[in-house]
């Protein structure tokens, strides 16, 4: 029987750090148990596993845990099962869990994001890739001219807005500025961010790749993040608040950093708001993929909260995305404060402030619409999020 | 002393681009059906999915179309600071090619500039390095 609706019916999150000795999956165990528990519901209630981007066995750090042994560990009965990179984004993997329940195949699907980047460089024999003699695939066109990160490659696109729109450094640093600033209520994050971030000392730190420097980077963390995802007709099952996934969007044009003039969040963007009566103006907080803080300044251009060039304005000084501002973002510290959860942090605390359980953080009113997205470069997938 | 460049693994798609330095070429996929460029190198077009494509020797000049100053040592020895640019290759409509600027100061470097070819040999890999014009 199929349902109309998908639903976010409960989210859970480990520990968060850098080099914790809990093995990964026992971190997966540990999200995986809270977010049950939150939804009122219990593993053999559990009928689907998805991941992004499964298990990457030549890299475990990335991503040390499968959805087979979450099956194995958790006892779940699985009717479907996914983890994969070739997806738009890390938020895909809950955009198809909620394909999944709309079509009847599962009732109640665990989404998890696992990362075990800090402590995986401890024990780089298990963790870490073998050294390669080559590079091949989508790298050959950058690694051989030693743009060897994403902060390279994010940096000529921020590069540009400079150029053309004038965003200045003041600007760009509102958002580890922000972040930070949030970063020091989520309890969740003290291992990440032990002290405020002021503009002065980001104005002072070391470039990486101009016009990005150290604060804009995120840190590696050990952390899993799980969300569950439930049809319609199963919300009598638990006992939470649901959160409707309202519209989701995902977008590949060119599977390539240097071969488009726009990271793909613009026209993931665009998409979202036609696949929803729900408009910019009806959004009370944003969760914005920031593992660069270029990045968010791209999914508010791309989303039509400011027009294209003009993100640097709309977050100069800070105020319009501060906790009590116009537009929140980012409000657990995002990866920049809270650390590399990779995407589905975002999701975490959109539905955390949803519900109202965000505790000191909690921003202000009834917040009923959240915005959360993932991605960068060519890769971008955003989920609207509705307390309706 | 900057340790070697990563290097490419040479196959059938990528060769051409890779190697055509040795003869002083950049080489572009291009269409012998439409006309359009490919890149990065495909089997096929990308454009029109014709399989009568071949490298096609472009003239190796084009204008900065964004760069970033890199003062991350990636690697152990790396010396830096160093420019990566995206150059908007001349007669190739919408091909990019991500590069250094070589054989100037970084701060010499900036959007627009006219730049050309210049290749760094690697054991056999030709890599496509770019110098301001004069």
Request: proline share 6%; charged share 20%.
């Amino acid at each position: 029987m199929a349902s109309k609706e998908a639903y976010i019916t409960g989210v859970g999150q480990s520990e968060v750090g850098v080099r914790l000795p809990r093995h990964p999956l026992l971190l997966t165990v540990d999200a995986a148990k809270e977010a049950i528990a939150e939804a009122g519901l219990t593993f053999d209630q559990i009928d689907g596993v998805f991941s992004f981007p499964g298990k990457s066995h030549g890299y475990l750090a990335f991503s040390p845990v499968g959805t087979d042994e979450i099956i194995e560990a958790l006892g779940i009965k699985s009717k479907w099962q996914m983890g994969g990179l070739e997806q738009p984004a890390q938020l895909s993997a809950i955009g198809m869990a909620a394909w999944a329940v709309k079509e009847g195949i599962c009732r109640h699907v665990l989404c998890f994001r696992t990362v075990y980047e800090a402590g995986g460089m401890a024990d780089p024999a298990q963790y870490m890739p073998a050294r390669s003699e080559t590079v091949s695939g989508a790298s050959q066109w950058t690694s051989p001219f030693w743009a060897t990160s994403a902060a390279c490659w994010t940096a000529q696109y921020a590069a540009r807005h400079v150029h053309k729109y004038g965003l200045t450094r003041e600007q760009l640093g509102q958002i580890a500025v922000n972040g930070s600033k949030n970063a020091m209520l989520n309890p969740r994050a003290r291992a990440i961010t032990k002290e405020e971030l002021t503009l002065d000392k980001y104005m002072d730190a070391r470039m990486i790749s101009t016009p990005l420097c150290l604060y804009d980077c995120d840190r590696f963390s050990d952390a899993s993040t799980v969300v569950i995802v439930s049809a319609g007709d199963a919300l009598d099952e638990i006992k939470c608040e649901p959160v409707r996934i309202a519209a989701m969007s995902g977008s590949v044009d060119r599977y390539s950093w240097d071969q488009v003039e726009r990271p793909a969040a613009y026209d993931a963007g665009r998409d979202l708001w036609a696949r929803t009566d729900y408009t910019p103006a009806d959004v009370d907080t944003v969760q914005f993929y920031d593992g660069f803080a270029f990045l968010p300044i791209t999914w508010l251009e791309g989303l039509g909260f400011c027009e294209i060039g003009e993100g640097g304005q709309f977050i100069e000084g800070g105020t319009r995305i501060a906790r009590d501002g116009q537009l929140p973002l980012n409000t657990a510290g995002g990866q920049l404060g809270a650390g590399r959860l990779h995407g589905f942090g975002f999701a975490h605390e959109a539905v955390t402030q949803l519900r109202g359980r965000a505790g000191e953080r909690q921003i202000p009113g009834d917040p009923r619409v959240a915005v959360a997205t993932s991605g960068g470069g060519p890769l971008a997938a955003a989920l609207l999020l509705t307390k309706d | 002393m900057n340790p070697p460049r990563p290097r490419p693994k040479l196959d059938q798609e990528n060769t051409a681009f890779w190697t055509g330095g040795a003869q002083g070429h950049l080489n572009i996929v291009k269409c012998g059906d439409c006309g359009q460029y490919t890149h990065p190198p495909r089997l096929i077009c990308r454009h029109c999915q014709s399989e009568n494509i071949a490298p096609d020797a472009v003239t190796g000049t084009g204008v900065i179309d964004t760069f970033t100053v890199n003062h991350q040592p990636w690697a152990k020895g790396l010396e830096v600071p160093y420019v990566i640019a995206r150059v908007a290759l001349d007669s190739v409509p919408g091909v990019y090619l991500t590069t250094n600027i070589v054989n100037c100061p970084v701060d010499a470097v900036a959007f627009g500039d006219a730049v050309k070819v210049v290749f760094e040999e690697q054991d056999g890999v030709f890599y496509p390095l770019f110098e301001k014009v004069a």
